[in-house]
């Protein structure tokens, strides 16, 4: 039996309505914003993607620059507040770690802009849990705080910093 997930989330506040702030940040490029961080590696492209990634069920790959790839799925959909994939077939260091992960971005409307809370979640191999535990509190949580702000700036000017943290 697998144990809990080992989850991070981060939030940020950008001045931007938030139909414009979904649609920009779900039609992100990864390759574009998640570079190498630690021993996590960069997404250098993405490839085999099978339809605009705000469709239930549109999957594409991540190919990474350690040379591993994996697969995200989009598995649901609520324009504009509500935006899930899950991650499969993980190579490299997370295929020896994780099962799947899955990710979460919701969008709420705030004073002065749009709120992004993104959570994401890795579901640990039997045996696995405290070394995943361990790399999303020192590097995962981490590494969304400093991904997050180019993301939302995309959209506008940031009303509050990013702050991550591991949930546990």
């Known amino acids: 039996m697998a144990g809990r997930p080992a989850a991070a989330s981060v939030d940020i506040v950008v001045a931007a309505p938030l139909a414009e702030v979904f649609a920009t940040t779900v039609a992100t490029d990864p390759a ?3 570079p190498r961080f630690g021993p996590l590696p960069a997404v250098t492209s993405v ?3 099978t339809a605009a990634f ?9 190919h990474l620059s350690d040379g591993g790839s994996v697969i995200e799925t989009v598995v649901e959909v ?6 899930v994939y899950e991650l499969s077939r993980f190579a490299k ?3 020896r770690l994780v099962s799947g992960a899955r990710a979460e971005w919701v969008f709420t409307e705030e004073t002065g802009g749009t709120r992004i809370h993104w959570t994401y979640a890795f579901h640990p191999l039997p045996g696995r849990g405290p070394i995943v535990h361990l790399i999303v509190r020192l590097f995962w949580a981490p590494y969304m705080r400093s991904v997050l702000p180019a993301i939302a700036r995309q959209s506008g000017e940031l009303v509050t910093g990013a702050a991550a943290r591991p949930v546990d």
């Not at 609520?78 to 935006?83: G, I």
């Open 32 to 34: 574009a914003f998640y």
């Open 47 to 49: 490839s085999e993607q």
């Open 54 to 62: 705000d469709q239930i069920g549109a999957h594409r790959r991540l």
């Open 78 to 83: 609520d324009v504009p507040s509500r935006h």
């Open 93 to 95: 260091l997370f295929g």
